[in-house]
T-cell receptor
């Protein structure tokens, strides 16, 4: 596809359930980001991959959150034992370069997670 | 601790007039700033950016101004159009050559009335 694709678009999980969110970045993009956006807030950084290497995971809120990008393309964000506070939109983004300056970062439409 | 703040949750402007969206930051280490636009049910899209070595960057109807001493930036849209109605996020980054993390504000909802 032409853009960043995320699935599922909408997910309702029962508290305690594990969920997996998938991101298909733009083909050939080196950098991949995950952000979490709570209702009424701006996106908050979770983690960053350069190819298959996870270079920054400082934003992951707890050890229940795990992200991987084993072949340097598709990425999965896994949340174990979901809690109500995990309810948010999870945004994936990719870019063709590393760094931020002069580098257009393309966001997907997000995966809307509701934990009940 | 909100390092990037957008104090106006919403703004309403008449078509053809100027829209001014404001953003304040607290971290003096930030040296690269961006504005993103977001329509409902879509991801944010990049609008315009500015490096801390500049105080102004212009792209068509969009101009971003940076006041480093005040730790303040603003986005001007002239003239405003109904299609500009969206949520606007200010974002900041440090060390643009090597940093990978964007810190976002909470957003300002812009409504342009025709």
């Amino acid at each position: 596809g032409a853009g960043v694709s995320q699935s599922p678009r909408y997910k309702v999980a029962k508290r305690g359930q594990d969920v997996a969110l998938r991101c298909d970045p733009i083909s050939g993009h080196v950098s991949l980001f995950w952000y979490q956006q709570a209702l009424g807030q701006g996106p908050e950084f979770l983690t960053y991959f350069q190819n298959e290497a996870q270079l920054d995971k400082s934003g992951l809120p707890s050890d229940r959150f795990f992200a991987e990008r084993p072949e340097g393309s598709v990425s999965t964000l896994k949340i174990q034992r979901t809690q109500q506070e995990d309810s948010a939109v999870y945004l994936c983004a990719s870019s063709s370069k590393t760094g931020i300056s002069g580098n257009t970062i393309y966001f997907g439409e997000g995966s809307w997670l509701t934990v009940v | 601790d909100q390092q990037v703040k957008q104090n106006s949750p919403s703004l309403s402007v008449q078509e053809g007039r100027i829209s001014i969206l404001n953003c304040d930051y607290t971290n003096s280490m930030f040296d690269y700033f961006l504005w993103y636009k977001k329509y409902p049910a879509e991801g944010p899209t990049f609008l315009i950016s500015i490096s801390s070595i500049k105080d102004k960057n212009e792209d068509g109807r969009f101009t971003v101004f940076l006041n480093k001493s005040a730790k303040h930036l603003s986005l001007h849209i002239v003239p405003s159009q109904p299609g500009d109605s969206a949520v606007y996020f200010c974002a900041a980054s440090r060390d643009p050559e090597y940093g990978n993390k964007l810190v976002f504000g909470a957003g300002t909802i812009l409504r342009v009335k025709s």
